[in-house]
């Protein structure tokens, strides 16, 4: 059974870091992209950013395009999220997914194309 369990969220302030870690179990992922998608409150979710768990390729959306870098520890089997110069505007729920790359003909930031999804880690920016 594919579990994907994220962390790391908590509250910060304008400017500040936070990494957010998705443990991935269940199957082998390195046929899989593995992204970062966000829902504010009142908002749909969007998506923040990807990587294929082979190799370094990497996509993020524009407005976290600079600030934010995304990572794997294939070892550790791990996705990370690395946020940094943080604005209240990221606020939202954060959640973590797994795509098949076969089954994705976007860019990898399509909803719709992704099977897997955790259970979302909260992040809250203050001013």
């Known amino acids: 059974q594919v579990q994907l369990v994220e962390s790391g969220g908590g509250l910060m302030q304008a400017g500040g870091s936070l990494r957010l870690s998705c443990a991935a179990s269940?199957?082998?992922?390195?046929?899989?992209?593995m992204g970062w998608f966000r829902q504010a409150p009142g908002k749909e979710r969007e998506f923040v950013a990807r990587?294929?768990?082979?190799?370094?390729?990497?996509y993020y959306a524009d407005s976290v395009k600079g600030r934010f870098t995304i990572s794997r520890d294939n070892a550790k089997n791990t996705v990370y999220l690395q946020m940094n110069s943080l604005k209240p505007e990221d606020t939202a729920v954060y959640y973590c997914?797994?795509?098949?790359?076969?089954?994705?003909?976007?860019?990898?930031?399509?909803?719709?194309?992704?099977?897997?999804w955790g259970q979302g880690t909260q992040v809250t920016v203050s001013s």
């Open positions: 997914a797994a795509a098949l790359v076969v089954r994705v003909v976007s860019i990898g930031s399509r909803e719709d194309e992704y099977d897997y």
């Open positions: 269940g199957r082998a992922f390195s046929s899989y992209f």
């Open positions: 990587i294929r768990w082979s190799g370094d390729n990497t």
